[in-house]
């Protein structure tokens, strides 16, 4: 018996006994890191009502947004740009973290971890939530404050060693430290 068939047929016919191409699977650690981007790149603006009772009750409202998130498994490095905009001001940090260098993460709420909390009596409205990382290598960043759309200064991170991630619910901010703690963890580090 003698098979005919016409080119096309032919790449069909051996396509279909050599089997599809195995799909690659991710390593760990890029799941991990595509994992935190997904969250952080979803992650929605984050808006709170500051009082300061000791300023005659002064109110603003304060929006934090997240841009130029960026994982990089290879050299193990988290980096995003984080914007907190009210009407005064505008002040934006960029943070590059190497995880490998990791010392801890945790989640608190901002109202204990605000510096000018007990100086103003300030209040929050409402409560958001950090995911604070502390690295025992410098984290490289900016820190920029405009003001009226004009720049007026631009520094290096004030605190170098720490970052932090502002979330509205503490049950989203848990997750995505345990996504970072996770990723440390393959990239070396045992934060605590």
């Not at 089997?19 to 997904?38: C, F, H, K, W, Y």
């Not at 193990?76 to 990791?102: F, G, H, I, M, R």
């Not at 991630?165 to 049950?171: A, G, T």
Request: aromatic share 6%; with cysteine.
């Amino acid at each position: 018996m003698i098979w005919r068939c016409s080119i096309s047929c032919l790449v069909l016919c051996s396509s279909l006994l050599v089997g599809s191409p195995v799909q690659r699977t991710q390593s760990p650690l890029d799941e991990a890191m595509t994992s935190i981007a997904n969250d952080l790149a979803s992650r929605a603006a984050v808006s709170w009502t500051s009082t300061a009772h000791a300023m005659m009750g002064a109110k603003w409202t304060t929006t934090n947004t997240l841009e130029q998130i960026n994982t990089d498994p290879s050299s193990c490095l988290l980096a995003w740009t984080s914007v907190d905009a009210n009407p005064q001001e505008k002040v934006s940090e960029t943070y590059n973290v190497p995880l490998q260098a990791v010392l801890s993460i945790q989640v608190r709420p901002y109202s204990l971890s605000s510096p000018f909390e007990a100086q103003w009596d300030l209040k929050f409205s409402p409560e958001t939530y950090l995911v604070g990382m502390v690295s025992g290598k410098i984290i490289c960043g900016r820190r920029q404050l405009f003001k009226k759309s004009k720049l007026k200064s631009d520094t290096e991170l004030p605190n170098n060693h720490e970052a932090s991630i502002r979330f509205l619910e503490e049950r989203t901010a848990t997750r995505i430290a345990e996504e970072i703690r996770r990723a440390a963890n393959l990239c070396g580090s045992a934060p605590s």
